[in-house]
């Protein structure tokens, strides 16, 4: 097998900078990507026969952990099928039926095949609902690749906003109304200046892509007011929070009901799965019925409908019980560890949290972009190295959170304590 170094610069010259997602490229460090072989529970392996403690776990789908033995089961059931048909089948209803039986706040479902596809059709079907251009989306919410969420806040006068990615025409930037998250007089005034013009204000209501920036719930509620009051419909994106803060995601735990909801991650099981929820007069403006276009090749793909279905059967009150207590652990012993590592070197570090989700940052009661750090990533890279290096992987980059799942028990929390300590 060939080493990593040797398959990166095999990657390089097939790939564009050796990743087919930038967010893996370890940009910034001194050390090239793991090239993962195999993976089981909490751990991943590379080529070189490495282990690590996984706290990515693919970006947050694999809550059950790595290879979950019950959804390997009904994965290979399944391939014994056939995969793909591109025709109805019963296997996307079989999740549909059971997704909408657990989340009494939507009626019905359409799967597309990532959280981005997901982003794109909700945006759409808002804007075709309610005949209207403008998106308010905030200042460190991500919402995956789509050309009108790729924009920052503008350098020019307040309130414009320019694309934070080549490609992306100016025309579509101008539909995009940047926030701040909190900022409600900005909010209200945005809503008057372009009164009758905005179809949607689109949020994840646990901010999770841009360091964890946990909002307050009278800030959700005041989206769900401000949007009623305005004809405009709350887009709540939950392609991480959705099955990870609870089963319901944000929306279950706030009791705040958005007009559309965006899944992905988790409702897959690891598989590519997204999918767009809402009351049934929304999605009625889906094609074949409505005017909105819609579509997919392999849009409820049978073994991602059958690897997700598995995946959500299997969570219930008692496993998001075990999720946070597993995660606060795994806090704790970070929190020592930083405490203590090289008489004080990340001394300065905290570990921000909400359920099983966790942030290691160098500073403290961050719940916006503007309190994020400037040097972030040069304090981060020192940290993620030290811990590569004793068997504990982190998402590759300052900004992305760790993911606590159930393969992460009492026997993986010791193993860390062990490695962290080494
Ligand atoms: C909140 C949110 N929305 C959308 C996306 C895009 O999902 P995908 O990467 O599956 O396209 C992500 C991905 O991280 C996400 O976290």
């Known amino acids: 097998m060939s080493t990593q170094s040797e398959l ?3 990657s390089t010259k097939l790939v564009p900078g050796g990743v087919h997602s930038p967010v893996r490229s370890f940009k910034g460090l001194h050390t090239t990507p793991r090239f993962i072989e195999r993976a089981d ?4 392996y590379d080529v070189e026969g490495n282990s690590y403690i996984d706290f990515c776990m693919s970006f947050g789908p694999l809550i059950l952990g790595h290879k979950n033995s019950l ?5 290979k059931k399944a391939l014994s099928r056939g995969w793909s048909y591109g025709a109805c089948e019963p296997y996307s209803l079989d999740l549909a039926e059971y997704l909408l039986s657990r989340l009494p706040f939507v009626d019905q479902i359409r799967f597309v095949n990532s959280g981005t596809e997901a982003v794109m059709t909700a945006l759409r079907l808002a804007r075709g609902a309610t005949k209207r251009n403008k998106v308010i989306k905030f200042n460190g919410c ?27 025409p100016e025309g579509t930037s101008q539909d995009t109304l940047i926030l701040e998250l909190g900022d409600i007089e900005g909010i209200t005034q945005c809503f008057k200046d372009h009164a009758g013009e905005i179809a949607a204000i689109i949020v994840e209501p646990l901010p999770a892509n841009n360091g964890l920036l946990v909002q307050d719930k009278e800030f959700l509620t005041f989206l769900r007011e401000v949007t009623k009051e305005n004809d405009s419909l709350l887009i709540f994106d939950e392609v991480i929070s959705g099955f990870r803060v609870a089963f319901g995601g944000m929306t279950e735990l706030t009791g705040i009901i958005p007009d559309i909801v965006t899944y992905g991650k988790i409702i897959g ?23 909105v276009y819609q579509a997919g090749t392999l849009s409820a793909n049978p073994l991602a409908m059958v690897g997700g279905l598995k995946t959500l059967e299997l969570l219930d009150k008692k496993s998001y019980e075990a999720l946070n207590e597993n995660t606060s652990k795994i806090v704790t012993l970070f929190k020592k560890w930083l405490k203590e590592f090289n008489d004080g070197q990340f001394s300065d570090y905290s570990v921000l949290s909400h359920s099983s989700l966790f942030w290691i940052v160098p500073g403290e009661e961050i719940n916006c972009v503007n309190k994020i750090p400037a040097d972030i990533t040069e304090k981060f890279n020192p940290l993620f190295e030290i811990l590569l290096n004793k068997g504990i992987y982190l998402s590759p980059n300052a900004y992305e959170v760790g993911f606590g799942s159930l393969a992460h028990d009492d026997k993986l929390i010791a193993d860390l304590e062990k490695r962290l300590w080494s």
């Open 8 to 10: 990166f610069s095999k």
């Open 41 to 44: 529970g909490a751990y991943i």
């Open 71 to 75: 959804v390997e089961e009904e994965l």
């Open 142 to 168: 991500y919402h995956g690749h789509v050309d009108s969420m790729l924009i920052k806040a503008g350098s020019g006068l307040a309130g414009t906003s320019e694309a934070s990615s080549a490609g992306v």
């Open 269 to 291: 099981g690891g598989l590519p799965v997204g999918a767009i929820a809402a009351k049934f007069d929304i999605m009625q403006n889906l094609a074949p019925i409505g005017g």
